[in-house]
């Protein structure tokens, strides 16, 4: 690895501000200490060095692909066209060359062959205009390579292959190459516009970050594999918070007492100790639309975590109310196939597929009202937007007046409440309203409203 222009501290400055932007928590100590260990590594390996500086700045899971892209940014293995890449390559050779490589497995052609593909399928506009890996995969399709690649290993010596090497492997090599190009791409655009440009807008966010509201299938995928390592993360500090407020306060008259042993020095503090029962949790969730995703996983979550509570129940609306605890125990912590029972068999729809709010809020009062006591904290999970509906703010009301809390966690940003059909501000100057926008926000808010 050629050591990067601009100089390595202005690099490594710059990698962990770019790192801090996507939600790596980085301080002065750990960029410090990265900082130590580039010096000592040096920059000869370039594995051995992103070893280094991933021991030394990451401390959580699920952040190792945003670290590898931004690093392939700021620490690149070289500048300009890849030595050994032909500039102006026939796409069929690129092709044959490409099933070879595929075949063989070979990690170095693999490597030129990316670059290939880039320089030659995926320059846009002028010559210095950049390159695009989603132009470079839409010509060259490495996806439609599968059944080439294995007559190939079929033609080779390959007897055993049915038994050492299957149509999985090959697909998870091209997926591999698929990633080379986009990381190709990166590197040759970086150079153009800047690694902190391209690090901000080109790199796929963690699990934790993706955007409730944008999430597409494979990402939800990524969501529902985060749903167990959360509620246990969750878990441990509802359980932390909740023997914390077991304590209670300082027992003043018997601190004192105590303290006549030690001549009147208070060294030992006794507190007033109580055992509070456990809350019970009521979640009033909206699963139309685009806010579905983000309720599901919420459902699934707070389902995960429903030993930290004496009692969880969910009930899920569009334009009716009905309730689906029991259809949460069964989803196998699948938002999508969650998702997909609730509106089949659950009575959430009535002559209408749209949303309304009032008339979900109203059925919950009329027929659900009693599941709501002194104990009861109320999460409520939409965007508020009630399609011109009357937003039906007594309802509400009710349930405040009979819940210990009431809180209303809104994907959408705050600068889009009470725009267009929105009825978040009017909700809002009834219970607390919270903006919840990813799953790391989502668990900041439930490790902090829940109740103990």
């Known amino acids: 690895m050629t050591e990067p222009a601009g100089g390595v501290a202005a690099r490594l400055t710059g990698f962990a501000e770019a790192l801090r932007s996507h939600g790596v928590s980085i301080g002065p100590g750990e960029t410090v200490d990265a900082a130590a260990a580039l010096e000592v590594l040096g920059l000869a390996d370039r594995e051995r060095a992103r070893e280094g500086l991933a021991a030394a700045l990451l401390h959580t899971d699920g952040q190792r692909a945003v670290f590898d892209a931004t690093f392939d940014l700021f620490f690149p293995l070289g500048v300009g066209l890849p030595e050994g890449v032909r500039s102006a390559t026939e796409p069929t050779s690129l092709d044959d060359r490409l099933v070879e490589a595929l075949a ?19 320059r846009f506009g002028s010559a210095d ?67 902190e440009r391209i690090a901000k807008h080109a790199i796929i966010p963690s699990a934790d970050q993706i955007d409730f509201l944008n999430a597409g299938r494979d990402q939800l995928a990524e969501l529902r594999r985060a749903v167990q390592p959360l509620a246990r993360k969750l878990a441990t ?36 100790r109580h055992r509070p029962a456990r809350p019970e949790i009521v979640l009033l969730c909206d699963v139309s639309g685009s806010v579905a995703g983000f309720a599901n996983f919420t459902m699934l979550l707070v389902q995960a975590l429903h030993d930290q509570f004496s009692k969880v129940r969910v009930f899920a609306f569009v334009n009716r109310t009905d309730e689906v605890t029991g259809l949460i125990s069964a989803a196998a912590a699948d938002p999508v196939e969650l998702g ?36 009861t904290s109320v999460l409520i999970l939409g965007d508020a937007r009630t399609n011109g509906w009357d937003p039906n703010l007594p309802a509400l009301r009710q349930i405040v007046d009979q819940a210990r809390r009431v809180y209303w966690l809104n994907p959408e940003q705050t600068a889009r409440w009470s725009t267009g059909d929105s009825a978040a501000h009017a909700y809002a100057d009834i219970v607390e309203m919270h903006q919840c926008r990813n799953a790391r926000r989502l668990s900041e808010l439930v490790a902090r409203l829940l109740p103990v």
Do not use: C, K
Request: glycine fraction near 8%; charge should be positive; proline fraction near 4%.
């Open 104 to 122: 063989s497995d070979d990690q170095a052609a693999l490597t030129q062959l990316a670059g290939e593909a880039v320089e030659t399928l995926g």
């Open 129 to 195: 205009g950049g390159w695009s890996a989603h132009q470079a995969l839409d010509r060259l399709q490495p996806q439609t390579l599968l059944a080439r690649v294995l007559a190939a290993l079929r033609a080779g010596d390959a007897p055993d292959f049915t038994d050492r090497l299957d149509r999985d492997e090959i697909r998870r090599r091209i997926e591999a190459f698929r990633n080379r190009v986009r990381t190709e791409a990166r590197r040759r655009m970086a150079e153009v516009r800047g690694p």
């Open 237 to 272: 500090r509802l359980a932390a918070r909740r023997r914390q407020a077991a304590r209670g306060r300082i027992d003043l008259r018997r601190t004192l007492r105590r303290s006549l042993s030690t001549g009147g020095v208070p060294l030992h503090p006794v507190h007033q």
């Open 340 to 375: 997909r029972r609730i509106l089949s068999e659950a009575a959430v729809t009535s002559w209408h597929a749209s949303s309304d709010y009032g008339a979900a809020l109203g059925e919950f009062t009329d027929r659900h009202l009693g599941v709501v006591g002194p104990r």
